[in-house]
């Protein structure tokens, strides 16, 4: 039995570095979708950090990984670091999203010169 959504992921798509735990339910991409939709930007993190450590690695597909980091930009928009990390996933995994690549490192970019303006004085 799993509490987590990294042990849901593990058990659902397996784990390049870990083996799956035992568990004894019936696991469908479908139902973990639904538990990803509503995760919240730290159980998100922690599953693509526990997962694919180097960003490039582990067992998750790529929609599910453009899934998290969509859903992470929606639950943290002004966090340049994690804009650029998913533009570089999706730079890693196919040119088909180069484009989006390109308007979040763009973001990202106008995000950190926004964080060194000065502000009112």
């Not at 992921?9 to 390049?16: M, Q, T, Y």
């Not at 582990?58 to 899934?67: A, E, F």
């Not at 992470?72 to 999203?97: F, I, K, M, N, V």
Request: aromatic letters at 6%; one cysteine or more.
């Amino acid at each position: 039995m799993h509490t987590t959504l990294t042990e849901h992921a593990r058990c659902v798509f397996g784990d390049e570095y870990r083996p799956a735990p035992p568990c004894d339910r019936e696991h469908d991409e479908g139902s973990f979708v639904e538990l990803l939709t509503f995760a919240d930007a730290g159980e998100i993190l922690a599953m693509l950090r526990e997962l694919c450590p180097q960003l490039a690695d582990g067992y998750l597909p790529v929609r599910i990984r453009n899934l998290a980091y969509r859903l992470l930009l929606l639950q943290r928009p002004e966090d340049p670091g994690l804009t650029r990390e998913a533009a570089l996933s999706l730079h890693l995994h196919g040119p088909d999203w180069d484009g989006i690549a390109a308007e979040l490192h763009a973001r990202a970019d106008a995000l950190e010169a926004a964080e060194h303006r000065p502000g009112p004085e």
